[in-house]
């Protein structure tokens, strides 16, 4: 019988190419920068966030989840077992049937992914992966048929040399794919890097659902601020990349790729498997890059990323939402990459585009990205006496009032929350003139060291005074104290407005009557939602006042973008739509009338589209209409009149 | 692009200063200054400062990409156009390019036409563009207001103040800035006597005239802000014989004080 020794031989070939593929592999991930991890702990908890954070996610679909449990697990357990049987020649009836089952279930969850594959959605990626289940398919059956003797279900030798041979090429083709492919760049190669890569995630906090999602700061000493090349990424980023599996929910999910903008998270990654290997995008079997063809793009480990891999304006069309990383089954992190590779465009090109210099500009000379004058900070709240920190030194609340002070409409914002902290006597103070811009936009701009010294200075003043909490209504800013000043010595906590509020209401300090008015939709900012995990505080704000949702498709984790965020109204990269106008129509096929937000960001966006549309609303302002004011307020506001008494 | 690669060009940048916030910066017109330099002969281009080596703004003249940005080392109260002139007619270069005024200290303008006289060369004064350099002669465009243009010629070497209406300088980046050598050159100091009798204060801001509106409709407003202002005197001397224009100005001279 051939099989009886070929089987083995083969097995074993393949198991040393796979060695030499993957210590390649590895040699390509090692030519990253070093970047620090957990070695141990981290193999020791991948099977657990395989098997939990990662199914969490892929959970979300439960064709596939069932599918890749059935697919993946069958086909673990029949490698270990056909090791075990094949190429160790162990004979038990107890490896054997085990290995048959496991192949039925490979075989099972092989059809299903047979059947996805027939019409599959414009997010999935052809070329080779089509003919994965096709492989898939034929390992398992292979393995059934070659195992069927060791269970002794049918004699030695049967059917000859003709069914050996047509079952070695089965054995060479399942195993050139599954084993030989998984380190040589085949689809499988997800199953090698993508474990590796969930073992040594440079974000480990994610994992046992926990969240990280503060960017990391740039050593501004570096000799290069940035990535330029694919080995500036740090090695277990370039891990990171190998480990896609062409999915395409990151594309589906992309607001700027809906919108027409020249960015596609899928095939960007791709990209930069392209740069870590060396190579051209000829072969990319997904939906390229809008209005850019496919065929252009070379890059290779060393050779810089911007100039013929990626165009500049794919880089500057994100609007880090996080939507593809947060669908993302692989835990990959477009967005880190995206900034990181801005940085090296404004840390050592000077290449932002659009305003971007300009607001750069206007960040380094008045702190505020629209270069008003830094001493008309609390203009907005000349009539609101409010106390300022470097009067009073110690207040219970800090309110940061952010950027919008310069901005009308955000004012009405400003104005209603104030409304509501008066109503309900809180003890709060803001830092008028000494507060700064916090560096959200200079940092996705990619100017890293604006944004340090932004932080380190808006750090230094609040470190003068004494306060419990920061609240603020504007979620980027929220986002920037609350993940990213950490790295600079500024440890706070921070409330967004609507987590306040509610908190407000639920302790009784204020009152809310009904909302009057039509139907009303909620639009979760991303820096709030999916960067801060604060789904719940405004729902139950905005029941509270009477309000029943009729959520978008799009909403809580899977929010859609406005359009506002990481710049992106600066650098203005142009598309076929805008974005503020999908999410438009989102809310419209709701029926609501009103759009309730919790950004002024968003709220500028969405406004921005052309009207007839449904009314824009912070839930501040929603609040402070809706907010029954106690009589024991009567004597403050008389108070108040008395100021104002006539002289002459 | 005018083809000066073999030109020596210097440009002259000051500290400037925000008009909003005070804080010290690249000055706008120095920026492109240097910017109008950089597109003629590229990384060549010598940036030159008479002042403090230390000053940060500085480091965003050299992050617009420049290898080295050299400074005569100048204390706070002496007069940079006597150390530059004095640079100048050593070094020699073919073209000098300045700021038409500073943003910050004496403001005067007065830079780039001392050293035009200390120099002996011809001074083009608010430049758009250099767009032709050929046989020692550059073909250039003067900003006029209102948009308008003046094609003129100069033999080099020259001296020009570039204009607001010059290319916006490039994006300054951080990471050259830092690494750019800024080289300290020692130099005699002249104390600028004039300035120091000089008494500063802040301005005082002075009340603005209530504008009253007119226009009635969108339309009359838009005709307002774009018309051209009619200038009320004036007239126009064209082909007249020569003795009778320069008569016209003679009176016009004495009429208006300038001449007794």
Redesign the interface.
């Known amino acids: 019988m051939i099989l009886d020794w070929l089987l083995p031989v083969l097995l074993l070939s393949v198991l040393a190419l796979a060695l030499i593929g993957a210590i390649r592999r590895i040699s390509l991930w090692r030519a990253g920068q070093p970047s620090p991890v957990d070695f141990f702990g981290g193999l020791k908890a991948m099977p657990r966030r395989y098997l939990v954070d990662l199914h969490h996610v892929v959970e979300r679909d439960k064709y596939m989840s069932n599918t890749h449990v059935a697919t993946a697990g069958g086909f673990v357990l029949s490698l270990v077992l056909i090791i075990l049987v094949h190429l160790f020649g162990i004979e038990s009836k107890w490896l054997a049937w085990p290995l048959l089952a496991s192949s039925v279930l490979m075989f099972v969850g092989a059809t299903f992914v047979y059947k996805r594959r027939k019409n599959p959605p414009s997010r999935l990626s052809k070329g080779p992966w089509m003919r994965l289940p096709k492989s898939l398919l034929v390992f398992s059956v292979t393995f059934f048929l070659v195992t069927l003797p060791a269970a002794g279900v049918l004699p030695q030798g049967f059917g000859g040399w003709v069914l050996a041979l047509i079952l070695a090429a089965g054995v060479v083709w399942g195993l050139g794919e599954m084993v030989f492919g998984m380190t040589w760049g085949g689809p499988m190669k997800h199953a090698f890097a993508g474990a590796l890569h969930l073992a040594f995630h440079r974000r480990p906090e994610r994992f046992g659902g926990g969240r990280s999602t503060g960017l990391k700061p740039v050593d ?1 000493d570096a000799p ?2 940035g990535v330029q090349k694919p080995s500036d990424f740090k090695w277990n980023q370039l891990l990171g990349f190998d480990a896609c599996v062409q999915c395409g929910k990151c594309e589906a999910m992309c607001p700027a790729f809906a919108a027409g903008q020249p960015l596609n998270p899928k095939k960007l990654i791709q990209d930069m498997v392209i740069g870590l290997a060396g190579g051209t995008d000829a072969k990319f079997a997904g939906s390229p890059y809008p209005g850019i063809e496919l065929g252009n793009a070379k890059g290779g480990p060393d050779s810089t990323i911007t100039e013929g891999l990626v165009n500049p304006d794919t880089l500057w069309s994100c609007t880090t939402c996080r939507a593809c990383v947060e669908e993302c089954p692989m835990m990959i992190e477009h967005v880190d990459a995206i900034v990181d590779m801005r940085r090296f465009l ?7 585009p659009g305003k ?2 300009e607001t ?2 206007n960040l ?4 505020n990205p629209n ?4 001493g008309s900070r609390m203009n907005w709240a000349a009539d609101q006496n409010l106390r300022v920190m470097s009067e009073v030194k110690e207040a219970d609340v800090l309110f940061w009032v952010s950027d919008g002070a310069f901005d009308m409409r955000s004012q009405r914002i400003l104005r209603s929350f104030v409304k509501l902290l008066k109503a309900a006597n809180v003890d709060f103070a803001v830092l008028g003139d000494e507060e700064r811009d916090s560096g959200d936009v200079a940092r996705r701009l990619g ?1 890293d ?2 944004f340090q010294s932004l932080a380190k200075r808006n750090i230094a003043v609040m470190n003068k005074y004494r306060f419990k909490r920061i609240v603020t209504t504007d979620p980027h800013a929220f986002h920037v104290l609350k993940n990213e000043y950490k790295d600079f010595g500024g440890d706070y906590e921070v409330l967004h407005h609507t987590t306040f509020i509610n908190e407000l209401v639920k302790d009784g300090r204020i009152k809310l009557g009904g909302h009057k008015g039509g139907t009303v939709t909620y639009h979760d900012p991303c820096y709030l939602g999916r960067y801060n995990g604060e789904y719940d505080s405004p729902r139950e704000l905005l029941s509270a006042m009477g309000i029943q949702l009729a959520e978008m498709e799009r909403s809580g984790f899977r929010s859609r973008c406005c359009g506002g965020g990481g710049g992106a109204p600066i650098t203005d990269i142009p598309g076929e739509r805008r974005i503020a106008d999908m999410r438009i129509e989102d809310a419209r096929a709701t029926g609501a009338e009103l759009v309730a937000v919790g950004c002024q960001q968003c709220t500028a966006m969405l406004e921005g589209v052309v009207e007839p549309r449904p009314e824009i609303k912070d839930i501040a302002e929603l609040a402070a209409d809706a907010l029954v004011e106690a009589d024991d307020s009567q004597p403050a506001r008389t108070r108040r009149d008395e100021l104002a008494v006539e002289v002459a | 692009m005018a083809n000066a690669e073999h030109l020596k060009i210097v440009a002259l940048v000051s500290v400037g200063q925000h008009p909003k916030s005070g804080r010290a910066r690249r000055a706008e017109q120095d920026a492109r200054a240097v910017e109008l330099g950089l597109n003629l002969c590229g990384e060549k281009v010598q940036v030159l400062h008479a002042g403090d080596v230390a000053e940060e703004s500085l480091r965003s003249y050299a992050g617009m990409g420049l290898k080295q940005l050299r400074v005569l080392q100048q204390a706070a109260g002496a007069d940079a156009s006597v150390a530059l002139g004095d640079y100048l007619s050593e070094h020699l270069p073919d073209i000098v390019l300045t700021g038409v005024r500073a943003e910050s200290g004496e403001s005067s303008g007065m830079t780039p036409y001392l050293l035009a006289e200390k120099l002996g060369w011809p001074l083009v004064t608010r430049i758009a563009d250099i767009a032709r350099i050929e046989n020692g002669e550059a073909e250039i465009l003067q900003a006029l207001p209102r948009g308008q243009r003046r094609a003129i010629r100069v033999r080099l070497p020259f001296v020009a103040s570039v204009d607001n209406a010059a290319a916006a300088p490039r994006q300054s980046a951080y990471g050259p800035g830092r690494r750019a050598e800024l080289e300290n050159l020692p130099w005699v100091e002249t104390a600028d006597e004039v300035r120091a009798a000089f008494e500063e204060a802040p301005a005082r801001k002075r009340p603005k005239r209530l504008k009253m509106v007119k226009a009635k409709t969108a339309a009359e407003r838009f005709k307002a802000a774009t018309a051209k202002s009619q200038g009320g005197g004036g007239r126009v001397i064209k082909d007249q014989p020569p003795h009778e224009q320069a008569q016209a100005i003679f009176d016009l001279l004495l009429e208006e004080g300038v001449l007794r």
């Open positions: 501004l290069v601020l404004t840390l050592e090109k000077g290449n932002t971007g210099a750069l500009d380094i000379a008045t702190d270069g008003y004058e830094p100017d060291a604006t």
